[in-house]
């Protein structure tokens, strides 16, 4: 039981982790005040430091959708919007021709399956990624390990089989040598790295660039999936929703619309999954996000504040959109004499946000220069039973943005339609990767945050590693291709069809039927009262 004074905030605690004043966790003040213009220049925030003149910025712009939305409205130009009796309203949006959703079988290999352990083995001579595996004590390092090892340790982890009992049914893998590179080798730092000479690989494709909306903008999305924990764990929780009376973890997954993997964290079921969006984004050195799209679980006013300062454009699915209050800085009469339909709930208290603009510039900055992750910043500032004055100023803030996209996606089906279409891909990507751990009831079977981080890492390894097979595969038989319109013929199928497919996949191994295998190994009948069956 936390006390009310820790949860106030009147009483921190010094060596504790998460209970430490929020000023220990960002940028140090002394060195803030003394070289304010050095940071804001660092981490490219120069260009807001005035606050009047960012809100002065922000409310044209606001005001000018306010005008946008509202003449469309009017002028009957957006015939998707409905409005009920009791003043709320409804918003269609019409799916687009393709979804992107049916498997690519048609073109990807239909009689002859192939292996999980070919697939990982061909794309690592492509790649490369087990050289990303590096011994995490230098000092007593062996000879590397074999290939087979490895890819025999990524498996034993990303398919929940476990590292023990993949050693035993497997051939030519020794047990004790599998747990010493297993022991020696698997950092989550290494796995991280691993995925991103996948990704860096793949990023230099033609084929991918068929699935991108638009050129030199790259749309990403992040959504989580609840799993059950096979032993006991802290970082398990319980969201009965999901889980029922079973404590489990949420692995919070990043992809974006080529559907690369490019970042994951597992949290506890429990968790509110919207502080961990900015540090995906934030904590990836190979994807840079243009857009992003969650679901309603990954928004909250104060991440819309945070993601406008740090550079990103925030596109979520929100749940109930008619319920969401618009904001401005106008007040609501000024609005209805022009007879706008959607009008302001609320003012935007420019005071508050202007009282703590500087610390809020120091908050980005400390997520900027990944001194704390923002994820934590977070945890701290809503552990506080009372408001701190920072979030409430934050909160604020992101109002503004948070106005602008309601009106945006009210007035662009475009928009609805393509945030759509990325969330449709996250919630592909959840049956793909029940699909990849098919062992122990697709249950985690660790119980440390690390250990689930390295086998959800090894699980977006493999699930990486189809996808670019995928690819490569599909840019061959192109490729092979004589007739122009036969290759545009195919290219339009890979566009609208999905790149994760993996029905062509061998992922739970080969049935050994040799005449050895059909023996009694273990001596049942010989049983007393038994009698041998001869055929």
Not at 116 to 131: A, C, K, W
Not at 415 to 444: M, P, V, W
Not at 504 to 525: C, I, M, P, R, T
Request: net charge negative; hydrophobic share 35%.
């Amino acid at each position: 039981m936390v006390k009310p004074e820790i949860k106030a905030g009147t009483l921190n605690l010094k060596h504790s982790y998460k209970y430490r004043s929020l000023d220990d966790y960002l940028v140090d003040k002394a060195a803030w005040d003394t070289h304010r213009d050095d940071y804001l220049q660092r981490v490219d925030l120069w260009a807001v430091a005035d606050c009047q003149h960012t809100l002065q910025t922000l409310a044209g712009g606001l005001d000018q959708q306010y005008q946008q939305t509202n003449e469309h409205l009017m002028q009957g130009a957006n015939p998707h919007f409905h409005r009920h009796r009791d003043g709320s309203f409804h918003l269609s949006t019409p799916k687009t021709e393709a979804e992107e959703s049916a498997p690519l079988s048609r073109l990807l290999p239909n009689r002859d399956y192939i292996s999980l352990i070919e697939v990982l083995s061909t794309v690592n001579r492509l790649t490369g990624f087990i050289d990303a595996f590096e011994p995490w004590y230098v000092k007593y390092a062996r000879a590397t390990p074999l290939e087979k090892t490895f890819l025999a340790g990524i498996l034993g982890y990303g398919c929940f089989i476990g590292i023990g009992k993949i050693a035993r049914i497997s051939k030519w893998i020794h047990e004790t040598e599998l747990e010493t590179t297993v022991n020696g080798y698997f950092t989550l730092e290494n796995i991280h790295a691993a995925n991103d000479l996948i990704l860096k690989f793949m990023d230099r494709l033609e084929l991918p660039e068929v699935y991108r909306r638009q050129a030199g903008r790259l749309h990403t999305s992040s959504d989580g999936q609840k799993y059950g924990v096979a032993v006991a764990s802290l970082n398990a929780n319980y969201s009965f929703k999901y889980l029922g009376q079973d404590a489990g973890v949420s692995a919070y997954t990043f992809i974006d619309e080529r559907n690369f993997l490019w970042h994951h964290e597992v949290i506890s079921a429990s968790e509110r999954e919207a502080a961990y969006v900015i540090d995906g984004l934030m904590h990836n050195d190979v994807i840079k996000s243009d857009i992003h799209s969650t679901d309603t679980h990954g928004y909250s006013e104060i991440i819309f504040g945070a993601l406008h300062l740090l550079g990103f454009s925030f596109a979520p699915r929100i749940k109930n959109l008619k319920h969401q209050q618009l904001y401005g800085f106008r007040k609501r009469r000024e609005y209805e004499q022009r007879g706008y339909e959607l009008l302001p709930d609320g003012y935007i208290k420019s005071p508050l946000v202007e009282s703590q603009w500087d610390e809020i510039l120091r908050f980005i900055a400390t997520i900027k220069l990944k001194e704390t992750t923002a994820s934590q910043l977070f945890r701290r500032l809503n552990s506080y039973s009372k408001q701190h004055p920072l979030y409430q100023a934050l909160k604020e803030f992101g109002k503004i943005p948070k106005s602008d996209f309601i009106l945006r996606i009210v007035d662009d089906v475009e928009l609805r339609q393509a945030i759509e279409k990325q969330l449709n891909k996250g919630e592909n990507t959840n049956q793909f990767s029940k699909a990849i751990s098919f062992g122990n009831n697709h249950e985690f079977l660790y119980g440390e945050k690390v250990e689930q981080e390295i086998a959800e890492g090894c699980r977006r390894l493999i699930k990486n590693a189809i996808i670019c097979w995928n690819y490569l595969y599909l840019s061959h038989k192109i490729g092979q291709e004589k007739d122009a319109e036969r290759q545009r013929e195919l290219l339009k199928i890979v566009q609208d069809g999905s790149i994760t497919s993996w029905g062509h996949v061998n992922l739970h191994g080969e049935y050994d039927f040799a005449d050895e295998k059909l023996q009694d190994s273990v001596g049942l009948h010989m049983l007393p009262g038994f009698a041998l069956h001869e055929p």
